[in-house]
Every structure is written in C-alpha cells, then in structure tokens.
C-alpha cells in the first residue's frame, strides 16, 4: 500500500488537501471520489516516486457535478442517438466519443468523457451510469443492464428512448392545462396589489374629506384596512404571499401532506380524471417497456412504483407486487385496486393469457395517451370560466366597495 497525497474540491466548491492509502493511483482516486471530492491532483507521498496525474475538475467528479442539471429532453436525444449509432454497428465506445464531439452542455459533456473513461477502464455501461444517480434513474439504468445482459443494447436504448419521447409528450401535455390558470392568478394578484397600493389610497382621501368622521360601510372599511396594511408594508406582504407558497409547495414534501395533496387531486372533479389517466399512461408505458427489455417483473414492479407520481397509486402498486411475489397472477391484484379501470385490468389479462403482457401495456399506454388529449382539454375548458368568475369577484368587490360610501353620500344629498 502506498501513501498518496491529493488536492480536491469538496461540493461547496473549497479546495481540501490530505492522504489516502491505496495499492495504485486509480484506487486512490476512487477512495477520493467516494469521500465526495472532485479530485484535482493525485501524487505518491513521503517515500515513494513523486508521480503526478492532473484530472479535469470539469469530468472527474463521482457523484456530484458543477453545472446547470441536464434537462429531460437532453437525456432523451442522447438516448435516441446513442440508439441509432450503435444500430449502425458503432461500439460502444466509439458511440459514445462521437456524442462527446458534438456535445455543446459543458456539464454533459464531462458527464460523458466520466462515461467512456468508465467503459474504456472495462466497466459496462450500466454500472458507469451508477455515477450519476441524478441524471440516471433506476430506470434507464435497469434498462441498459438488460440489455447488456441480452446482447440487445441498442434495441433497449431504441426502446428507452421511444419511451422518453412519450413521456416527455405526456408531460407537456399536463403541464400545458396549468398555463391557463397560472397566468390568471398572476394577472389577478398585480391587478389587487395596483388597486390596493395606487388606487384605494385615493378614495381613501375622498372619503375623509367627504363622510366627515361618519363610520364607512364595513365591505369598504376592510378594503381599505388591507390596503393600508400592504401599503405600509410592502416587504412583509410579499414575504406573506411568498410564505403561502412555500407552505404549499412544501406540502408534498411531507409524506402525509403528499399522500393528501395526491388523495385530493384524484377526488377533484375533472382534475382527478387527468391525473388518473396520465398515472395509467405512466405507469402501463413504463411497465411494459421494462418487460419488454427483459427486466424480471417483480423488479420492473418496484422500479415503476418509483416513478408513478402519485402516492395511491404507489400503494396500490405495492401491494400488486406482493400479490405476485406470493405466486398470484398480474391482473388478479390489480382487479382488486380501485384505481385500475376494468379495461386496463382486462387487457392485462388478455396479455398474460396470450403471452404478449409487454405489448398490451404498451397498447394501454397509447389508448390512454389519446384520452389524455380530451382530458387535458376537459380541464382547460373548465378552469377557464372559474378563473374568470374568480378573478371578477376579487375585483368586482373592491370595486363596489369603494363606490358604497359614494351612493350613500348621494343619498343624503337627496
């Protein structure tokens, strides 16, 4: 064992020095990463052969790595053209030095280089995926593990990545039916801060100077008590309204809040029938394609358990898998969970009497795909009017509020 002295970057981005014992240089590296050091320099202490070996701070990282996060479309045109260079009889290594070339992401491409360092040192592609937990889900990884195991990479990558580009489409698909109501909520909360900062102030006066002490009309006295509040302070209201949020979104953080938050957008109407049928899209195409690839269905169980989104339907999965664990066929459980429709649960079963499980799933998933377009449009044809109705009753109060004391100044004038 030799004694090697190295420089690093530790994640808060300070640079740390120290020893480390190992049989070579690679080990002592791999010592260093594990400690969640970016290594910067390795050399033989005290006793050995000063012998010095300079790494990129920008690709040797394990486990951790500088940069913006490689979005999910990225990963997706990576998939899909590491699929077609590998169909077009390019090795693995080679495959993945032409992406390193044509590579802009600065932080993917040094997630990349790791990559082929990786499979150049004798590594499979899979356990050099292991690097990066962040960028690569259990499920790509399973994935790419069945196929190296089957001889048939790039017909599991050609399979991921036709995967990827339906979920990204999936995704744009329910995100796209949020855009609407977003918008009006924002145009809603400057439309009250203008009227509560700039325009109620100014009948404020008018109303001193006009009622003469008389008491106002308790819809325009809360009007303006809010308004003197944001008005004199403007910080703590925004640090109110930014606290709400937070609250909100903090929710789901919380397994009791996300199990509720989750119970109450499936029991919502016209909500709950798209978060259901974009669940069931997720979960039959994700299912079906870790079958297809080859991975063991009590694994692709727990892998889609993962990635569903939904905590009722993770129970639900969860109590699937030990139905079947115990020797029960697929559809058996899943008959006996609520959030399956009898269709899904039929064709389920039609393709474990028929062999072709992997095939139906998929089949499922795109019938489920097109309902999701009637859904997405369900919902935005609903949400529209709400907003509407919303945002004109927040407005159409202070407004009438503010024009109370006025008719009651009319009225003894006459």
Do not use: W
Not at 63 to 86: C, D, H
Not at 302 to 309: A, D, L, S, Y
Not at 357 to 370: G, K, S, W
């Amino acid at each position: 064992m030799a004694r090697f002295k190295f420089t690093a970057i530790d994640r808060s981005g300070k640079q740390k020095s120290g020893n480390v014992e190992a049989a070579s240089e690679k080990e002592a590296k791999s010592k260093i990463s594990a400690m969640g050091l970016m290594v910067t320099n390795v050399s033989v202490g005290a006793g050995g052969k000063a012998k010095k070996a300079k790494v990129k701070s920008s690709s040797k990282g394990v486990g951790f790595s500088f940069g913006s996060p490689i979005n999910q479309e990225s990963l997706t045109i990576f998939t899909r053209q590491m699929a077609t260079l590998l169909n077009s009889g390019l090795p693995l290594l080679r495959a993945l030095e032409v992406m390193i070339r044509q590579e802009k992401n600065v932080k993917f491409k040094a997630m990349l280089d790791s990559l082929a360092e990786s499979v150049r040192s004798g590594n499979t592609l899979s356990d050099s995926l292991l690097q990066f937990p962040k960028t690569f889900d259990k499920l790509f990884i399973n994935m790419v593990k069945a196929g190296e195991a089957g001889g048939v990479l790039e017909v599991v990558l050609d399979r991921l990545a036709t995967f990827m580009e339906k979920s990204v489409k999936t995704k744009k698909k329910v995100k796209s039916a949020m855009v609407y109501p977003m918008v009006v909520v924002t145009v809603a909360i400057l439309i009250v801060a203008g009227l509560m900062v700039f325009v109620v102030p100014q009948f404020q006066g008018i109303f001193n100077d006009m009622m003469r002490g008389a008491p106002l009309p308790a819809p325009t006295q809360v009007v303006i008590n809010v308004s003197e509040f944001v008005k004199g302070n403007i910080v703590a209201t925004v640090l109110l309204v930014g606290g709400v949020i937070f609250l909100f979104s903090s929710i789901r953080r919380i397994e009791a809040g996300r199990k509720f938050a989750d119970n109450m957008a499936l029991v919502t109407p016209k909500v709950g029938d798209l978060v259901s049928k974009a669940t069931i899209s997720r979960f039959t195409r994700t299912f079906g394609t870790l079958l297809s690839s080859g991975v063991p269905i009590l694994q692709a169980l727990q892998i889609t358990r993962e990635i569903v989104g939904n905590a009722k339907y993770e129970d639900a999965i969860d109590r699937i898998h030990n139905s079947v664990r115990d020797g029960e066929a697929l559809s058996a459980p899943m008959e006996r969970e609520s959030v399956f429709p009898t269709m899904v649960t039929s064709m389920i079963d039609v393709g474990e009497e028929t062999g072709e499980l992997p095939e139906m799933l998929n089949r499922v998933a795109d019938n489920y795909d097109e309902d999701l377009d009637n859904a997405v449009a369900s919902v935005t044809s609903i949400i529209e009017p709400v907003m509407i109705v919303f945002l004109a009753v927040v407005v159409g109060f202070i407004v009438i509020a503010l024009f109370l004391p006025i008719v009651e100044i009319i009225q003894k004038l006459t």
